[in-house]
């Protein structure tokens, strides 16, 4: 069983959806994928959990590909405002949401012994047991260097958007739970991708198949990390297109690596929203007629 975590709100649906197809249409080993979600209504309106049609729908669909998939919601907003109501990072680079990977030693009911956390804007290649499988038993996790970071801050700098974490390594080092200190003491630039980097004891470094932050249509690729790129031709600008964006990633990252999960995607989105609307329509039917009766 391949045991892997995301993280977000009800905007991640997108990429969750991307995500897990690639995942299961290239990968034979079961899946079992926990999604941390939070109520954050307090810092913006729109930061609400994950909702369970989305989920049950994702869920669907792994299971469309193996029976023995999985997909589970994880509500961790009471311990997140325990851990970091208020902190200095709330307002971190990306969102609230990038700190609840720092969370996955505290819930009961995650592994104990391997997890795989992937950041939502990422595809899978090639089967993802060849990732998993590599061996990290005297590592606290296994990381691929950040494409600038490792060469403005540190050479071995992390790119946080794929740890494959060693859980009961951690659980001894205590590694997440020195990254939530330093998180609660100090605004960080990068925030969590900081307060791992700070809080390793020590960590296995791969090779950019893993995690490729530059190239879209390499064949050896595992994981490809649709994240934001810097480019100076013809002029300095940065750009910014996810996967699910199918338009802008075939005609300006001129990539077609993943053309047939893609279509998928498309097609099971189209699915889903003629659900959702066709149940929303029929709660609003029922809550017309109650009052009705009620008159």
């Known amino acids: ?77 009471s311990l997140y405002e325990k851990e970091f109501m208020n902190c200095a990072n709330e307002g971190a680079y990306c969102t609230p949401y990038t700190l609840l990977r720092l969370l996955a030693d505290e819930i009961p009911e995650m592994p104990k012994d391997k997890l795989l956390y992937l950041d939502i804007d990422m595809m899978v290649g090639h089967d993802l047991s060849k990732l998993y499988d590599i061996d990290i038993t005297d590592y606290e996790y296994a990381a691929v260097k950040e494409k600038y970071g490792s060469k403005l801050i540190s050479s071995d700098y992390i790119n946080a958007g794929m740890l494959l974490f060693n859980m009961k390594m951690i659980r001894q080092t205590g590694l997440l739970e020195k990254a939530r200190e330093k998180i609660r003491a100090k605004k960080m630039l990068f925030a969590d991708q900081d307060a791992i980097y700070r809080s390793t004891t020590k960590k296995l470094l791969l090779p950019n198949i893993y995690n490729e932050q530059r190239r879209f249509n390499k064949k050896d690729t595992v994981i490809c990390h649709f994240c934001k790129r810097l480019l100076l031709w013809p002029y300095p600008r940065t750009e910014n297109y996810k996967q699910w964006n199918v338009e802008q990633v075939h005609k300006i990252l001129k990539c077609h690596a993943f053309d047939s999960d893609l279509e998928e995607y498309l097609e099971l989105k189209k699915q889903y929203e003629e659900l959702y609307n066709e149940t929303k329509q029929d709660l609003e039917k029922e809550k017309v007629l109650e009052m009705l009766a009620n008159e």
Request: with cysteine; proline share 3%.
């Open 1 to 77: 069983m391949i045991n892997l975590l995301l993280c977000g709100n009800e905007k991640v649906f997108d990429g969750a959806l991307t995500l897990l197809i690639s995942a299961t249409n290239k990968t034979k080993e079961p899946i079992h994928c926990y999604i941390f979600t939070m109520d954050a209504t307090r810092i913006k309106p729109e930061y609400i959990c994950i909702k369970d049609e989305q989920v049950e729908f994702l869920n669907n669909v792994v299971k469309s590909k193996n029976e023995k998939n999985e997909v589970t919601k994880i509500d961790v907003t």
